[in-house]
């Protein structure tokens, strides 16, 4: 599959990440080079049944592999580093190049798949620089709500293409993290940059995002006046919440125990690499909690989007091995529901107020703060980097449209400002821009086996099944004496109740009888040839009749599946 550019272009193009929130990856391409910019995942909405993950169509990719180079990461978040493994899989030597969390958590998503002592990984640092025979890759500091975040400058033969990665300007972050590096973004500026891609996740947000620390006051304060047991739960990635958590746990005397696999290997991580300070003799396993009394511990947990078989979940409907709640229990929800989680976000608070517990979440509490920067900070990036072109990334339709706004205003021409949709390739040189063709972007669906070729007719089914039912029909046929031996019997599951709805099914028999006769009787006038399809027309022909009939009777399209059992063919 060709790109619609000259040889002097650089192709730019997202695979996923524009007009959503999730599955963030990015390629840019010079001829005959092509590197990646992360590799993430999505998470489902409530109607993708059966669906764990979402990722990105990695057609493209596949059938130019030989031009990839390597597959840099801003950041260890899900929607960076969640499709790497199924990337992987399809094409097993891509070169990944990362900072150092966001390596330990590559490594362990690689090793649960096998993939590990077959991958190339290098570790980054921010004055590292990647360089290849066309393009080149220097990196720069800035903050999120996770450690080691990184945008990336790719320079090209036309110019420099920056993408920022999530970012916010967090100036007083948590711990020994650095502020962001305002100085190498100010020098990139300068230097001059032909094309930006910037995070709008937070456009519509008119101001600065909160600091972590102001987020790490608060769990202060919370947990200081609080009496009885502690569940913290917050997502496993975010080790700024976690740090300040374990430190306000100690602070007034409270061991920590840890729930939860994603969460057990944060601590890990964070301990290993420097940035979580936790005496061992601040942390106790789960056979000690019930010893000491309720004031003196925290539960750190995993499942605070309300995921089912997540540590808290399972402790809220009582499933959990070792923790139940107790009354005077506090939980404490520290993060806000990503996109498609909220049903089971405020289904999960509604089981932890049944079971006794009290509930602390959302923004009124100031105990979350985001990882995306507002407008103020979208602006500061615009007039740091100074772009001649501008495509905004990272978020919705009405988010990236904000965000050009705001280019604008910051003195890039709407002209040269780019709203696409993933797939829609970017061909740029110095002194142009313009808009060159499409390559596949589409959705892949991953479920809970890991396979990655679940199609839309599929998903539709799930739904068809969930919201209308299904009919089965059974029949049993002598084709060559052209016979109906027995049935035509119809079930019905999740459609209507059989016993109350007798004479209906009495009426779908007898239609899906006259289908099959009508069906027999013609084909043995016409001596019809034995034909490999003939089953599946005739199949075809009781589910048109039988839709229409069910649905002039009960205004419902269930799924109808005929099983036609034949003696001779």
Do not use: W
Not at 84 to 112: C, M, R, V, W
């Amino acid at each position: 599959m060709a790109l619609q550019i000259e040889n002097n272009e650089v192709a730019v193009f997202a695979i996923g990440g524009l007009g959503e929130i999730g599955k963030n990856m990015y390629v840019i391409q010079y001829q005959n080079e092509l590197v990646i910019v992360d590799a993430g995942i999505k998470f489902p909405e409530d109607d993708l049944l059966g669906i764990d993950y979402v990722i990105s169509d990695y057609q493209y990719l596949i059938e130019n592999q030989e031009k990839i180079k390597g597959l840099f990461i801003t950041h260890g978040h899900e929607d960076h580093i969640g499709g790497i493994p199924f990337l992987l899989q399809k094409i097993p030597n891509i070169p990944i190049y990362a900072g150092p969390l966001a390596t330990a958590l590559i490594k362990g998503k690689l090793e649960e798949r096998g993939l590990l002592n077959s991958t190339e990984i290098h570790v980054l640092q921010e004055d590292d620089f990647v360089k290849f025979n066309y393009l080149s890759v220097e990196f720069f500091r800035t903050t999120h709500s996770i450690p080691d975040t990184l945008g990336i400058a790719v320079h090209t033969p036309q110019g420099v293409i920056i993408q920022t990665g999530d970012y916010k300007f967090d100036f007083t972050p948590v711990g020994n993290q650095p502020a962001p590096n305002l100085q190498k973004m100010a020098k990139l500026g300068s230097e001059g940059v032909l094309l930006l891609l910037s995070d709008s996740t937070n456009a519509e947000i008119p101001t600065f995002s909160k600091s972590e620390r102001f987020v790490g006051n608060t769990i202060h304060q919370i947990v200081e006046r609080i009496d009885g047991r502690i569940i913290f739960a917050t997502f496993a990635s975010n080790l700024y919440r976690v740090s300040q958590a374990i430190d306000a746990a100690m602070q007034n005397g409270r061991k920590v125990a840890v729930f939860g696999r994603s969460m057990e290997q944060t601590i890990v991580n964070g301990r290993e690499l420097g940035y979580l300070n936790i005496p061992d003799s601040e942390l106790v396993d789960a056979a000690e909690i019930n010893k000491l009394p309720a004031n003196k511990v925290l539960l750190l947990c995993t499942g605070s989007q309300g995921e089912p078989m997540a540590a808290l979940s399972r402790i809220a409907n009582g499933t959990h091995r070792q923790i139940a709640i107790q009354p005077g229990d506090t939980v404490i929800f520290s993060s806000n529901p990503i996109p498609g989680n909220t049903i089971s976000v405020n289904h999960l608070i509604n089981s932890l107020e049944e079971a006794g517990a009290n509930v602390i979440h959302g923004k009124i509490n100031n105990i979350h703060a985001s990882g995306h920067g507002g407008q103020e900070e979208q602006k500061l990036m615009l007039r740091l980097i100074q772009p001649k072109y501008f495509m905004p990334i990272h978020g919705e339709y009405r988010m990236l449209k904000i965000h050009t706004g705001l280019a604008q205003l910051c003195g890039v021409p709407k002209e040269n400002t780019f709203i696409f949709d993933n797939g829609d390739v970017l061909a740029l040189t110095a002194n142009s821009a313009r808009k060159a063709g499409h390559v596949p972007a589409g959705d892949v669906y991953i479920d809970s086996n890991g396979i990655d070729d679940i199609d839309n007719i599929v998903i539709h089914d799930r739904q068809m099944l969930s919201e209308e039912g299904l009919v089965i029909v059974v029949a049993t046929i002598d084709y060559h004496k052209g016979l109906v031996l027995s049935g035509p019997d119809i079930l019905s599951r999740g459609f209507v109740y059989m016993r109350e709805s007798s004479t209906l099914i009495s009426q779908a028999q007898k239609r899906a009888f006259h289908v099959i006769k009508n069906y027999l009787d013609q084909r043995n006038e016409e001596k019809t040839p034995k034909n490999r399809n003939f089953e599946s027309i005739l199949k075809r022909d009781i589910i048109d009749d039988l839709q229409e009939f069910l649905y002039r009777k009960t205004e419902r399209h269930p799924v109808i599946l005929p099983m036609i059992i034949s003696t001779k063919v």
